[in-house]
C-alpha cells in the first residue's frame, strides 16, 4: 500500500480561525476521501474529494464549512473554517485503490482542538 | 447500507481467540460484510471480509451464516496488541465505507 501521511499531526486552534489539514499519498490514486471522528465516537465521512472537481459531501457537511481541495492524484487538503469548540475533533484523510473496499487506507488522523 | 448491530465491548484473554459477533439482517445480495479495526490513535485498518462463503487470512476468520444475517470475526489468538475498535461492516464493494460504533476489544493478560 502506499504511504499517506497527514499534516499537521495536532494542533490548538482559536474559535473563529481557519486551519488547513494537507494530506499526502506516496503514489498516484483514484479515490480519497475526508472522515471526522469526534471524540469518543465512531468516524463520519466528510466528503469524497475528487481529482479535478468538486468535493461530493455528505448530509450535514456543506462546502462554506468544509472547502477540500485535490490538484492532482497525490494530495488533497481539507480546511475547518470559522471553527468553534464543536469542531474539535480528529480529521482523517483516506484512499482506496481502485473502487475495492478491501484496499481502503487511512492516515493517521490530525487532531484539531478548538478553544 | 443495511445495518449493523455489535455489542459495544467484550474482554478477551490473551492467547485464547476472541469470537466478535455482528448482526445484519437486512443485508442484501450485492452486500459484503467486511471488518476494520481501530488501535487507539491510529486510522483504521482492514482486516478481512466475504460475501457468502467463510472466509480466513493472515489476521483473522470470517464465519458467515447460511441466511448472511449475521457472521462472526475470530481472532484466533488474541494478543496484547489485538486490543482495539472493531467495526463489521455491510455495503457493496463500490460504494463508500461507513462506519459504525463498533465493539471496544480489550485483551487482558
Known amino acids: 500500500s502506499a504511504v499517506i501521511s497527514q499534516k499537521p499531526s495536532r494542533d490548538i486552534c482559536q474559535r473563529g480561525t481557519s486551519l488547513t489539514i494537507q494530506c499526502q499519498v506516496d503514489s498516484q490514486v483514484t479515490m480519497m476521501f475526508w472522515y471526522r471522528q469526534q471524540p469518543g465516537q465512531s468516524l463520519t465521512l466528510i466528503a469524497t474529494a475528487n481529482q479535478g472537481s468538486e468535493a461530493t459531501y455528505e448530509s450535514g457537511f456543506v462546502i462554506d464549512k468544509f472547502p477540500i481541495s485535490r490538484p492532482n492524484l497525490t494530495f488533497s487538503t481539507l480546511t475547518v473554517s470559522n471553527m468553534s469548540p464543536e469542531d474539535s475533533s480528529i480529521y482523517l484523510c483516506s484512499y482506496r485503490v481502485g473502487s475495492r473496499l478491501d484496499e481502503q487506507y487511512f492516515g493517521p488522523g490530525t487532531r484539531l482542538t478548538v478553544t | 447500507d443495511a445495518k449493523t448491530t455489535q455489542p459495544p465491548s467484550m474482554d478477551c484473554a490473551e492467547g485464547r481467540a476472541a469470537n466478535l459477533p455482528c448482526n445484519h439482517s437486512?443485508?442484501?445480495?450485492?452486500?459484503?460484510v467486511y471488518w476494520y479495526r481501530q488501535i487507539h490513535s491510529q486510522g483504521p485498518q482492514y482486516i478481512i471480509h466475504?460475501?457468502?462463503n467463510n472466509e480466513t487470512n493472515e489476521m483473522a476468520s470470517l464465519i458467515i451464516t447460511e441466511d448472511r444475517k449475521s457472521s462472526t470475526l475470530i481472532l484466533p489468538h488474541a494478543t496484547l496488541r489485538d486490543t482495539a475498535v472493531y467495526y463489521c461492516i455491510v455495503c457493496s464493494n463500490d460504494y463508500k465505507l461507513s462506519f459504525g460504533a463498533g465493539t471496544t476489544v480489550t485483551v487482558r493478560a
Open positions: 437486512t443485508i442484501s445480495g450485492n452486500e459484503y
Open positions: 466475504g460475501l457468502k
